[in-house]
């Protein structure tokens, strides 16, 4: 049964009163990131700050913070009832005070210190103290945005998703917050690219940079490191002014151990399962949530909403789905605790999970939910109520690594795995799916995507731009990791940026903002003709291929339908030649790919209409590094039957090339 979340609006942040108590006690309060944490209020005409925390089985709680010396001795809390909340109100402290909580645990043994759970703000890390956050509300300008954005994300409209490490994508140097110095730039650079929508790796408060976010502790609070949580809303207040959607991957998975988190919070397992073989998590060394405890589904859940709702967040792509719901992952035989079933399913990761979607739903219309999820499970996209987990989308990781490992054989082999690129679409419409090309795939001496590759420099180039030429054609949404858009050969480094200069130009110029010097010709625009570096090339490709992507219907409109597709050839392994139709009531689109360097001469492919095929993308023309084979412009259709069509194009298919046409008239 779907769990109940209940509202209680308060215009400022009185002490708590019972029916919080109550709502928290049953984990039902929708509202408990304003009821619990630090926050500025009046109390007897005096402006303080009230302070409440859950600690059902500590001793006794205080509050230290550089407003009172750090001394446990000065402000303790008060227990409230039987709630295992503490609260306290403190006169003369205001946003900006930097503050822990001090607990004696149930033997009465001092804690270390611990951050809030629940903070909005947080000090820069190497530093771990909770900030007071200041409590006002942001002036928002995104109103015609937010009122079309549910038709904007919908499975019939085109999403085409830049994702980004915000740390990484352009060094940070000089003043001013990175939210504005590179968020500005980066806002232009992805308008400029075509994308629809920008994906953040986790910018929830983390004590590791190199997690890259993915361990965090600061479920509530924007990372210091970029900049302040009112400098995050202005970037995504900016995004949506320039028609960008902003989706953050967020971790309900698990945690980090680190002692001033949530682990072993009031001296006991609170947050997290108390026995390893459930709250142990193997394959990072992190702790995982207890999502039987009421409270702590109700922590996660108002996590979510606070990037949805107060930073008008427009989808979460939730990571680590897989491990959430599988009791034995990464698990051996006697290291996993079976359900009341026996089974291996996480049951209340699962109810969580519907929990957690249904809720969005109903709080955040025209937000939308993504899984990483890397199995079989079915129905992740399924809604609640026909029995699923309620997505939007899924992460078809299937896709990604069957059609990585096609295109890093050498084309001499690639004949016996032709599968490889066609079973994706045997299942292509049993979810709605995200095309991944993600950060996991070029870390950890995986390589950058453009060494994955295989041949030499011109033919891994080729390579790639076919690729990408066959992504995005075929169904489902798109996702290209920073970098993989100019076929940068480093692997992604997160204490770098992406290799800017391998544009070809050393011109810089300074940013309008006064921010620091960047490639006049480099993350903003595209490089002047001299400047024509193969780099370049598939930096152009993936531009024009975003253009043609949002523009034609039969691109997108018809990724949830299965009659949208049909292949026209995809059984000539011999040649590795893939056709597919994408077809809407707007348009017929034709998609050949050629995954050999032999160009193959009148390879004659059925269409079903007559009149001419214009050719509006090949991945081998010289604009974008290529030999500049193709067709001229477009074909006329012949009256000569093919592939069970009346009609057909007698095509010249360019080495390891992609060629999209489109019927005229």
């Known amino acids: 049964m779907t769990r109940t979340i209940h509202r209680v609006v308060n215009?400022?942040?009185?002490?708590?009163?019972?029916?919080?108590?109550?709502?928290?006690?049953?984990?039902?309060?929708?509202?408990?990131?304003?009821?619990?944490?630090?926050?500025?209020?009046?109390?007897?005409?005096?402006?303080?700050?009230?302070?409440?925390?859950?600690?059902?089985?500590?001793?006794?709680?205080?509050?230290?913070?550089?407003?009172?010396?750090?001394?446990?001795?000065?402000?303790?809390?008060?227990?409230?009832?039987?709630?295992?909340?503490?609260?306290?109100?403190?006169?003369?402290v205001g946003p900006g005070a930097l503050y822990k909580y001090l607990l004696h645990g149930p033997d009465g043994q001092v804690l270390p210190l611990k951050a809030d759970p629940y903070a909005r703000q947080a000090e820069l890390p190497p530093a771990t103290a909770s900030v007071v956050a200041n409590p006002a509300v942001f002036d928002w300008t995104d109103e015609s945005w937010m009122a079309a954005r549910a038709a904007n994300q919908a499975s019939d409209a085109p999403l085409a998703i830049y994702e980004v490490h915000m740390g990484s994508w352009m060094r940070h140097q000089g003043e001013g917050s990175v939210w504005k110095t590179i968020g500005d730039q980066l806002i232009r650079y992805a308008v400029d690219m075509g994308f629809t929508h920008i994906e953040l790796l986790p910018i929830t408060e983390h004590p590791f940079t190199g997690s890259w976010g993915y361990q965090p502790l600061g479920m509530f609070a924007p990372s210091a490191r970029y900049g302040t949580p009112e400098q995050f809303?202005?970037?995504?207040?900016?995004?949506?002014?320039?028609?960008?959607?902003?989706?953050?991957?967020?971790?309900?998975?698990?945690?980090?151990?680190?002692?001033?988190?949530?682990?072993?919070?009031?001296?006991?397992?609170l947050y997290e399962h108390a026995d390893p073989r459930q709250g142990f998590h193997p394959d990072w060394n992190t702790l995982i949530y207890n999502l039987g405890r009421n409270e702590v589904c109700n922590f996660l859940m108002?996590?979510?909403?606070?990037?949805?709702?107060?930073?008008?967040?427009?989808?979460?792509?939730?990571?680590?789905?897989?491990?959430?719901?599988?009791?034995?992952?990464?698990?051996?035989?006697?290291?996993?605790?079976?359900?009341?079933?026996?089974?291996?399913?996480?049951?209340?990761?699962?109810?969580?999970?519907?929990?957690?979607n249904s809720l969005v739903k109903q709080e955040c219309p025209g937000a939308i939910m993504i899984a990483e999820e890397s199995t079989a499970w079915p129905g992740v996209t399924t809604a609640v109520q026909d029995g699923g987990l309620g997505f939007d989308y899924k992460w078809n990781m299937g896709w990604m690594h069957d059609t990585l490992h096609y295109?890093?054989?050498?084309?001499?082999?690639?004949?016996?795995?032709?599968?490889?690129?066609?079973?994706?679409?045997?299942?292509?419409?049993?979810?709605?799916?995200?095309?991944?090309?993600?950060?996991?795939?070029?870390?950890?001496?995986?390589?950058?995507?453009?060494?994955?590759?295989?041949?030499?420099?011109?033919?891994?180039?080729?390579?790639?731009?076919?690729?990408?030429?066959?992504?995005w054609g075929h169904p489902g949404k798109k996702l290209l990791f920073m970098g993989d858009e100019i076929g940068q050969w480093r692997e992604w480094d997160h204490d770098g940026e992406i290799d800017w200069a391998c544009l070809g130009s050393d011109i810089v110029e300074k940013d309008t903002d006064g921010g620091q010097a960047?490639?006049?010709?480099?993350?903003?625009?595209?490089?002047?003709?001299?400047?024509?570096?193969?780099?370049?090339?598939?930096?152009?490709?993936?531009?024009?291929?975003?253009?043609?992507?949002?523009?034609?219907?039969?691109?997108?409109?018809?990724?949830?339908?299965?009659e949208g597709f049909s292949w026209?050839?995809?059984?000539?392994?011999?040649?590795s030649v893939f056709a597919f139709l994408r077809v809407s009531r707007?348009?017929?689109?034709?998609?050949?790919?050629?995954?050999?360097?032999?160009?193959?001469?009148?390879?004659?492919?059925?269409?079903?209409?007559?009149?001419?095929?214009?050719?509006?993308?090949?991945?081998?023309?010289?604009?974008?590094?290529?030999?500049?084979?193709?067709?001229?412009?477009?074909?006329?259709?012949?009256?000569?039957?093919?592939?069970?069509?009346?009609?057909?194009?007698?095509?010249?298919?360019?080495?390891?090339?992609?060629?999209?046409?489109?019927?005229?008239?």
């Open 586 to 665: 707007e348009d017929h689109v034709l998609i050949v790919s050629n995954m050999t360097p032999v160009p193959r001469k009148a390879y004659r492919i059925g269409v079903p209409r007559a009149g001419r095929w214009r050719e509006v993308i090949n991945t081998d023309a010289d604009h974008y590094g290529g030999s500049n084979l193709g067709n001229q412009g477009g074909v006329q259709a012949e009256e000569i039957a093919s592939h069970g069509y009346a009609q057909s194009l007698s095509l010249l298919l360019p080495p390891l090339a992609t060629v999209v046409f489109t019927a005229e008239g």
């Open 302 to 356: 108002a996590s979510a909403l606070e990037w949805l709702s107060r930073y008008h967040v427009d989808g979460l792509r939730v990571d680590a789905v897989a491990s959430m719901l599988y009791l034995d992952y990464s698990r051996e035989a006697g290291e996993w605790i079976p359900n009341r079933y026996g089974g291996r399913e996480n049951l209340e990761a699962v109810q969580f999970l519907r929990d957690l």
């Open 407 to 471: 295109m890093q054989r050498d084309p001499v082999h690639r004949r016996h795995h032709h599968n490889d690129m066609t079973f994706g679409l045997v299942y292509a419409y049993s979810e709605r799916f995200v095309l991944p090309l993600s950060h996991d795939e070029v870390v950890h001496g995986k390589g950058s995507l453009i060494e994955k590759m295989t041949g030499d420099s011109w033919q891994r180039f080729a390579n790639l731009r076919a690729y990408l030429g066959f992504m």
């Open 233 to 269: 809303a202005a970037f995504v207040d900016r995004c949506h002014g320039a028609g960008l959607g902003v989706i953050l991957d967020w971790v309900p998975a698990h945690f980090p151990s680190d002692a001033h988190g949530l682990a072993c919070f009031d001296g006991t397992a």
């Open 568 to 575: 026209v050839v995809g059984d000539d392994s011999g040649n």
């Open 11 to 92: 215009s400022a942040s009185p002490p708590l009163g019972e029916l919080d108590l109550h709502l928290i006690g049953e984990g039902r309060h929708l509202q408990i990131a304003d009821r619990l944490g630090a926050h500025p209020t009046m109390l007897n005409a005096k402006a303080g700050v009230r302070f409440a925390v859950w600690a059902p089985n500590a001793r006794s709680v205080s509050v230290v913070g550089d407003f009172n010396d750090w001394d446990g001795m000065r402000d303790p809390m008060k227990p409230q009832g039987s709630s295992g909340v503490w609260e306290v109100f403190i006169a003369d």
């Open 518 to 562: 960047v490639p006049a010709c480099g993350p903003i625009l595209q490089c002047p003709g001299e400047h024509n570096s193969p780099h370049t090339g598939v930096q152009r490709l993936v531009r024009d291929l975003n253009a043609l992507y949002v523009t034609t219907p039969a691109l997108y409109g018809t990724d949830a339908v299965p």
